[in-house]
């Protein structure tokens, strides 16, 4: 047995060198750990920079189109009395192409040359005008319309002028009509609105995103009505009333594998239930719309259910307490209390649901559509897919268009996380 | 500390006490949690106004006796209870009694204030809107008002009903789940460590409440602090390791303890 008050007291030395240098080792892996932490937010900010900085580089050109104002003359034999829709607007536009250019004696193959030089969509727009008011016949009008997308590219420097002519997109005789134009100052380049209030178009300086932002709208709509009511219902469900057994166990388990599956799968499962069994219309934002609730549900159910448990239990008490049922004080108390946490994972859930693509894909809403879908029982595009749609794209065109298409992605997914910290800290509660 | 009272409470055996009417009654109550035997064997008679107080260690199950008094007990899914409690004769665990309907006329009050993060007035009102006990707006002003008097908190807050209940002092809000508890006019009121997180001055002023609420309730309180239970109560229940040891007038407890676990606790060598 030794006597402890004979063995040497441990030295509490706080100076010894020894000690300082335990110190010293202690700050340094301090300083270590911070320095990692920084560098590890610092390369996430890299990276978002680099991923945002090389978008707007290439999608920035899709927010202007360049447009040409031409003079025309509904000269009277272009013009079919009949119907008017059905009158030679394209001859039309290459014989007034063809005049401005001062080459009114051309070959059919130099006239339409000279005609693609507007898009397509300048014959559209000058039927509209003429059907809407038929006595425009016979006079003459100032149109400004947009420019094919090959002059589009050239007029915003995206086509080398310098390039061997056998390989350019625009021959040399097509670059001078063009500087022709751009000489008179006819050429114009204003914000490009239609990328927002056009639909899909095969003709880059047509397509806009209308269509898919209306088939976002009406699923993330459809998906909304039906997760956050039963998501809500069950968490609360799940959360307050399910009694704790083997069962709800077994429940709970497959609701958080459930979070886990790759959406892919809910999209094969709405292919084989709502398309195959049900017949559901293919394409149509309402059944996107029910694929991506699938895939939203196990999100909201467990963001509704952490929320709930993190309502303090004083306050159930309390109410209990006071004689409350247990669906008054679910209702009156807790579910009031729990509100900021569950739309804040209920926004999360739906933007996750915005920028889903393969479910979408799967029931078709990857389709060719050139008109907005007026219910959501019509065939229509959502904005991921139409960004999938552009990028398979061959013409120069759309590469910018995608990108402008993302950023418009973007816009609306950092809107609704900023909502859902709006709502967050609007519904917030001291206790 | 409180300033003497006017009846000298450490003078027990001057206290009158009303001993005929049993407003509670338990016969061999026993609790569990799930495998362990929480609560073993307590019968004890509550008198009808009068304060009467648990102490005993942490852990000895005088909390838990007293969430059975209004079922509180029932929300915890693994506990159970045996035995038979009665209120006023009547058996308050036979299946006819509706748990929600017994808490309105056993009222609570926790250890910690929990007032609901809503106004001072609905905090109050909560009580009898939920049971329908106003059939007005004017009834229920009054009843706030009373509740707020009985809680002597309504000088103080008069002037700002709308504000959140959550603002007060922390005395304040014991006092606003006091005026809560009484406001669905409650036969009885369970008392769980109300003080304990109390400052001393807002201790003392719960504490006069307590007394006051004496002529209208019969008031059962848990509490840690013997000086408190021999201060505020008529009558003392001593838990020791889940078992009732001793119950009595509170100054023979406190003064002429028969057991010698209640001897060792008072003179504070377990605990």
Redesign the interface.
């Known amino acids: 047995m030794t006597d402890i008050s004979n063995s040497p007291a441990p030295a509490a030395g706080w100076t010894t060198p020894e000690a300082s240098a335990r110190l010293r080792r202690r700050r340094r892996a301090e300083t270590r750990l911070k320095l990692v932490g920084m560098g590890a937010i610092g390369f996430a900010f890299l990276m978002l920079a680099v991923l945002i900085g090389s978008l707007t580089l290439s999608g920035w050109h899709a927010f202007t189109q360049s447009h040409a104002r031409i003079t025309v003359t509904l000269a009277p034999e272009y013009i079919n009395t009949d119907d008017l829709r059905r009158s030679d607007f394209r001859g039309l536009l290459r014989a007034t192409m063809a005049e401005r250019l001062g080459e009114g004696e051309a070959a059919a193959a130099e006239l339409r040359r000279m005609g693609a030089i507007l898009s397509n969509g300048a014959q559209s727009a000058l039927r509209e005008r003429l059907v809407a008011k038929p006595a425009l016949a016979g006079q003459t009008l100032t149109l400004r319309v947009p420019l094919a997308d090959p002059y589009d590219q050239l007029n915003k420097g995206l086509i080398d002028r310098d390039t061997p002519e056998n390989i350019r997109r625009l021959s040399d005789r097509e670059i001078g009509w063009f500087d022709a134009l751009k000489a008179e100052g006819a050429i114009s380049r204003p914000l490009n609105f239609g990328l927002l209030t056009n639909a899909d178009s095969r003709f880059p300086e047509l397509a806009g995103l209308r269509g898919a932002l209306v088939g976002s709208l009406y699923a993330l709509l459809t998906c909304f009505l039906l997760s956050f009511p039963i998501g809500i219902g069950a968490a609360i469900w799940l959360e307050e009333f399910a009694?704790?057994n083997r069962m709800s166990d077994l429940i709970e388990v497959n609701i958080n594998n459930l979070a886990a599956v790759p959406s892919v799968v809910f999209g094969l499962l709405a292919l084989a239930v709502f398309l195959g069994w049900f017949g559901m219309p293919r394409s149509a934002p309402f059944v996107g719309g029910m694929t991506l609730a699938l895939m939203t549900l196990p999100t909201i159910i467990i963001a509704t259910r952490a929320a709930l448990k993190a309502v303090?239990p004083?306050?159930?008490?309390?109410?209990?307490?006071?004689?409350?049922?247990k669906q008054?004080v679910v209702f009156?108390?807790v579910l009031p209390?729990a509100m900021p946490g569950i739309l804040t994972g209920t926004i999360i859930g739906l933007a996750q649901a915005l920028g889903e693509t393969a479910p979408l894909l799967l029931i078709g809403m990857n389709a060719f559509v050139t008109a907005a879908p007026a219910t959501p029982f019509d065939p229509s595009t959502a904005l991921p897919t139409q960004i999938f749609i552009w990028a398979d794209s061959p013409e120069r065109g759309f590469v910018s268009r995608t990108s402008a298409a993302i950023l418009v992605l973007l816009g609306f997914l950092i809107a609704m996380n900023a909502l859902a910290i709006f709502l967050r800290s609007k519904f917030e509660?001291?206790? | 500390m409180r300033g003497e009272p006017q009846v000298n409470d450490m003078r027990p055996l001057d206290r009158s006490l009303d001993l005929d009417e049993a407003k509670i009654t338990a016969r061999d109550v026993q609790v569990y949690y799930a495998e362990t035997h929480a609560l073993k064997d307590v019968s004890i008679d509550i008198a009808d106004k009068t304060v009467t107080a648990f102490i005993g260690p942490s852990g000895c199950g005088k909390s838990t006796f007293l969430r059975c008094l209004?079922r509180?007990n029932d929300?915890i899914?693994i506990c159970r209870v045996e035995g038979t409690i009665t209120l006023d004769g009547q058996d308050i665990y036979d299946p006819r009694v509706d748990p929600?309907?017994?808490?309105?006329r056993v009222?609570?009050?926790?250890q910690?204030p929990?007032?609901?993060?809503k106004s001072i007035y609905d905090n109050v009102a909560?009580?009898p809107r939920?049971?329908g006990l106003a059939r007005d707006r004017a009834e229920l002003d009054a009843i706030v008002e009373k509740s707020l008097r009985r809680a002597a908190l309504w000088d103080e807050v008069k002037d700002r009903l709308t504000a959140p209940g959550?603002g007060l002092s922390g005395g304040q809000q014991q006092r606003l789940?006091i005026a809560?508890?009484v406001a669905?006019s409650p036969e009885v009121l369970l008392m769980d460590e109300p003080c304990s997180a109390l400052d001393p001055i807002a201790t003392a002023q719960v504490e006069e409440l307590i007394d006051e609420l004496r002529s209208r309730f019969a008031v059962v309180i848990v509490t840690h602090s013997m000086q408190q239970a021999a201060r505020v109560s008529q009558r003392t229940a001593f838990f020791h390791l889940g078992r009732l040891v001793e119950f009595g007038e509170t100054g023979h407890i406190f003064t002429n303890p028969q057991d010698p676990r209640t001897e060792s606790y008072i003179t504070g060598r377990i605990g």
Not at chain 1, 314 to 325: D, K, Q, V, W, Y
Not at chain 2, 107 to 110: A, D, I, L, S, Y
Request: charged fraction near 20%; glycine fraction near 8%.
């Open positions: 009694p704790k303090p004083s306050i159930r008490e309390a109410a209990m307490g006071l004689g409350a049922s008054q009156q108390h209390l509660r001291k206790w | 209004n509180m929300t899914d929600v309907q017994l808490r309105a009222g609570m009050v926790f910690k929990n007032p609901f993060p909560y009580g939920i049971h959550t789940c809560r508890a669905t």
